[in-house]
């Protein structure tokens, strides 16, 4: 075969080139083929020998070509060439070629073939007559829902992305799931589902993939994935069963209570599911038994062929549809940015499709996963399980498991064993010592004695100039100097251990304990900088917990999500209720950086909001900056309170309005027979319930009640909202985020807060009507919808005209009359 079908004559200087460069030992390439398939630029992936396969394979895109020489011209691949093509050629339509060090011979291992998309065609299930409401009697034929599904349709038969707004009663998630399982099943690829809350996934779980099970003509399998921490270790498990604890806090005797309570599940469990305990398990407990990537021995465990969460890998491989949360999403792909996003170490097995439902949490949840911490609290955790040095447990952790179990075993190297842990006691307590002090001086600095939560935005200019800086980087000179030494005594003692047998696998559970503490100073040395222009910085103390953090949360998450979602996977899905400014998408498309030859479209909800909904606006309320506004807030939803008979859910922006607000009303509501639930006062699943059994219920909620609670019926007929929900303008990331837009000559009001707000306002108002037969009120107290011009985009994403301005006397009045 002649090489130039394959590769362009270009692409071969530049091979031959850097083969030359690395003196005609062996180069990887990553080949970046045309639309033909002939690669015409290629970029060097590593030089010298041969790498693992993930660090060859984190380099590589879906549907490219790996390439490297073969020094001494036969070019027959061997075992490792062969597993690395299977892998990349399996899960992203990759091939791989080897040529000679002239790049004048080509033997191919994988051809690159373009797989067919086969097409799918829903109408059959969604039509009038259609199978859904041929199998069941109370299916509802809705325009929205079919309109939809095809939307979708044409993405996935066109390898677009697609992007929906389905106001609610759409049936968005048949809409999109039955399209996908479609897919799945015909071109045998994997799907995954994404959700925000667990509500849906719940509804997934136990309502809509049943349904479409009984309306697909073929088989599939779904599972839901839980992270790897929902799962015993075995290793872990025989340890704490043979006494050897490595926990660097004193436990209470209901801590010991519940372990020996998981020792005895353990010896029965067939799943190691941390869910199938019927008590609620503390976490310092529960850390001592979960399975962890970092403290996997891997091969080398003596209880692999027992491994819960290997067992639950398989079962996911099994699987057509998985079904998982974007908080274990991105804890996904974060592993693949690291390590390739062809990974077996990742938490997901590959996957061709993913679906992102509540996609209005997407930016939120990937920017915290792509951003790097070090805070005051993690370095006490590590380096208490590596060695503890003061306090009940002292001299209690991994090294002194490893002393015990070990190093007394072995009479002919002991004598200079024990001097490098005595060396390494030492060491451990100064920099125990010198890292508390550089967290406390962050605590003393921004806290002024002061109890509370305070956080402070790093801008390297101003940190420059502030005597500030100079004092804390000396106590981090201080702090990196002492880890330094630290580090280096360590890894020599580790190295002294490497030939040592180790069944239970102690030494390697030290040393995975230092490379957390690596991992630790890898994030402060990064974050210290102050110095990457695509990452803001800040500094968080709270002098109640005694802890002090520094972060580094990029400025943006659209880079790092063309870099490792949108290269690797052709077919993506986002829809939501609340996505769009004024029926346009543009502002969800570049938080997330999504190109714009995305399908998009809005389905409107087809309930009928005009005679379900009305919404009051008191035009009387003073300006929320007023001091009387929280005074007169609390008196008036007395009032409205006990006229609706409670009913009610109130939404506000913030903790201290919440409290200030609840103490003014408490007493009145309670005399006049009204429960009232507080957020914080049990977990938001059990406060949803509680509600639900109330008598004449009102609950007072934050951030986490406006979006993700479905309460149908009349015991939710009243959402009032306090204030807009504008985001803390001195919030770090929100500051740095409207001084970034200022920078590029826009409006950050209008380009970022009042699109952000919009969006969060949707979610409240679409607490109270979820279905048909809903009805009721929302009250906003925010007079600023009326007073501004700015207004009109808030009132104009209310899905009814019923809208009423009238005084708060007016408004009891319409109340009691209603």
Known sequence: MDIKEKISSEAIEVMRYEISEAHGNEVFFRGIPDEKGIVTEVIVLARGNKTSTPAILKGMKKGEVIIHNHPSGYLYPSDADVEVASIYSNSQDGASYIVNNDVTEIYIIVELINKENIKIDIEPYFAKNGMLSQIFKGFEYRDEQLDMAKHIEKGLNNEKTVIVEAGTGTGKTLAYLIPAIEWSIKNKKRVVITTNTINLQEQLLNKDIPIAKKVIQDNFNYILVKGRGNYLCNRKYYQVNQGELSVGEELSSSQQDQIKKILSWAQETETGDRSELYFEVDRTVWELFQSESDMC??????????????????????????????????????????????????ILPEYGLVVFDEAHNVEKVARDYFSYEASRYSFTKIMNQIYVTEGKKKNSGALEIVDRNIIKNMADKRGILKKYIEDIH???????????????????????????????????????????????????????????????????????????????GYIDDFSRYIDRLDGFFNNFNFVHEFDDDEFIYWIEVNSRKKNSKLVATPLKVNNELEENLYLNLDNLIFTSATITIGDSFKYFKESIGLPNDTLDKVIHSPFDYDNQMVVYLPKDMPNPSDKQFMDEVGEFLKAQLVASKGKSFVLFTSYQALNYVYYTVRDELKKNGIDIFVQGMAPRSHMVDMYKNGQNPVLFGTDSFWEGVDIKGDQLSNVILVKLPFKVPSDPVTEAIIENIQAQGKNPFIEYQIPEAVIKFKQGIGRLVRSKTDKGTVTVLDNRVITKKYGKYFLDSVPTKNIKILSKSEILKDIMKG
Do not use: W
């Open 426 to 504: 030492i060491k451990h307590g100064n920099l125990y010592r010198i890292g508390r002090e550089y967290f406390d001086h962050l605590i003393d600095i921004f806290s002024r004695g002061e109890v509370g939560v305070f956080t402070f935005r790093a801008k390297k200019e101003e940190m420059e100039n502030s005597p500030f800086l100079n004092t804390l980087n000396e106590y981090r000179e201080n702090f990196v100097n002492k880890y330094q030494n630290y580090i280096k005594e360590v890894r020599k003692f580790i190295g002294e251990l490497k030939d040592t047998e180790d069944k239970m």
């Open 297 to 346: 021995a891997g091969n080398k465990c003596p209880y692999k062929s027992e491994c819960f969460f290997l067992k639950s890998r398989e079962a996911k491989k099994k699987a057509d549809i998985l079904i998982t949360n974007h908080h274990m999403y991105f804890s996904d792909l974060s592993i693949r940015k690291e390590i390739g996003f062809n990974s077996e170490y990742s």
